[in-house]
Nanobody, 126 residues
Framework: QVQLVESGGGLVQTGGSLRLSCAASGRTFSSYAMGWFRQAPGKEREFVAAISWGSGRTDYADSVKGRFTISVDNAKNTVYLQMNSLKPEDTAVYYC???????????????????WGQGTQVTVSS
């Protein structure tokens, strides 16, 4: 069975950086898209970034473009989200997700995602 385990969350000051990791297991992920989503208190879950494991193509929410970078390490079966220049509005629980055989143009749509991690809290203090 597919397992996604996030780590790397924590408390950071405005302008700081964090790197989230998502360790994936239970499947060969070369035909998967991997996404990061986040949910702040009282708000709906929203798209942050995604990457096609096979092609390497990426997509980002406008709110994080230029600050966040998504990447994969094939040897470690791990997806990363490097977050720089963090802002208080980035505070949320961040979730890793996997979607099988998803068109690149739909990587931002959470309804395509089949598997989800348990989430990791990111808190940015002002």
């Amino acid at each position: 069975q597919v397992q996604l385990v996030e780590s790397g969350g924590g408390l950071v000051q405005t302008g700081g950086s964090l790197r989230l990791s998502c360790a994936a297991s239970g499947r060969t992920f070369s035909s998967y898209a991997m996404g990061w989503f986040r949910q702040a208190p009282g708000k709906e879950r929203e798209f942050v970034a995604a990457i096609s494991w096979g092609s390497g193509r990426t997509d980002y929410a406008d709110s994080v473009k230029g600050r966040f970078t998504i990447s994969v390490d094939n040897a470690k079966n791990t997806v990363y989200l490097q977050m720089n220049s963090l802002k208080p509005e980035d505070t949320a629980v961040y979730y890793c997700a996997a979607a099988h055989d998803t068109p690149v143009q739909t990587m931002c749509d959470m309804t395509w995602y089949d598997y989800w991690g348990q989430g990791t809290q990111v808190t940015v203090s002002s």
